[in-house]
């Protein structure tokens, strides 16, 4: 079975503070990807990479920034956080579209709460 | 116009019957498209893909594509209480390495 990891499922920071979500995944995905996800607004992607070094900004990437220095870590930074990010946070990982079963698949979540 | 849509629910049918989950999208261009189910607390999973148009039946699954009225659907068939879930449609824009587009997601709650 494909297995996402994330590192954390539960963080209580401070406002201000740098946090880190950490994300593995091994199965060799080339694509991984950053949601957050927020009662009523569903699902929203922060950032995406294909490629190591590589990342692409979703559609809310505002105070994100992202980490992907090896193909199966992706790293997502909140460089000062606000209570605003308090949210769930989803890792996910696929193939690459046309590389062969392109299902994307989540990890188990990280929900962040900031104080 | 939101870029893929799904009614909120909650929609609640009787254990048996044939659950319908809608979803519409805005981009003609999209070429394919999924349905994810996701209990609460969980991630979502996904339960079908489909990329032409027409049924696709998977066990007591069905989705059905129609591109020239840009709309998706669901149907479970014989519906579960352990059924009970949110359902995201999800919709890739286009052709090639593109990140796909969830709807908010149709709470479906299955009466036993």
């Known amino acids: 079975d494909v297995k996402v990891t994330q590192s954390s499922r539960y963080l209580v920071k401070r406002t201000g503070e740098k946090v880190f979500l950490e994300c593995v995944q091994d199965?060799?995905?080339?694509?991984m990807f950053w949601y957050r996800q927020d009662p009523g607004l569903g699902l929203r992607l922060i950032y995406f990479?294909?490629?190591?070094?590589?990342?692409e900004k979703g559609d809310i990437p505002e105070g994100y920034s992202v980490s992907r220095e090896k193909k199966e870590r992706f790293s997502l930074i909140l460089e000062s956080a606000s209570t605003n990010q308090t949210s769930m946070y989803l890792c996910?990982?696929?193939?690459?579209?046309?590389?062969?079963?392109?299902?994307?698949?989540f990890g188990a979540g990280s929900r962040l709460t900031v104080l | 116009q939101k870029e893929v849509e799904q009614n909120s629910g909650p929609l609640s049918v009787p254990e048996g019957a044939i659950a319908s989950l809608n979803c519409t999208y805005s981009?003609?261009?999209?070429?394919?498209f999924f349905w994810y189910r996701q209990y609460s607390g969980k991630s979502p999973e996904l339960i079908m893909s489909?990329?032409?148009?027409g049924d696709k039946e998977d066990g007591r699954f069905t989705a059905q594509l129609n591109k020239a009225s840009q709309y998706v659907s669901l149907l479970i068939r014989d519906s579960q209480p352990s059924d009970s879930a949110t359902y995201l449609c999800?919709?890739?824009?286009?052709?090639?390495?593109?990140?796909?587009?969830f709807g908010k997601g149709t709470r479906l709650s299955v009466i036993a």
């Open positions: 996910a990982s696929s193939f690459r579209e046309g590389s062969g079963a392109n299902v994307l698949t």
């Open positions: 199965m060799d995905h080339e694509n």
């Open positions: 990479s294909y490629d190591v070094k590589m990342k």
């Open positions: 981009d003609r261009g999209s070429q394919s």
């Open positions: 489909i990329y032409s148009n």
């Open positions: 999800a919709v890739r824009r286009w052709f090639g390495n593109t990140p796909l587009v």
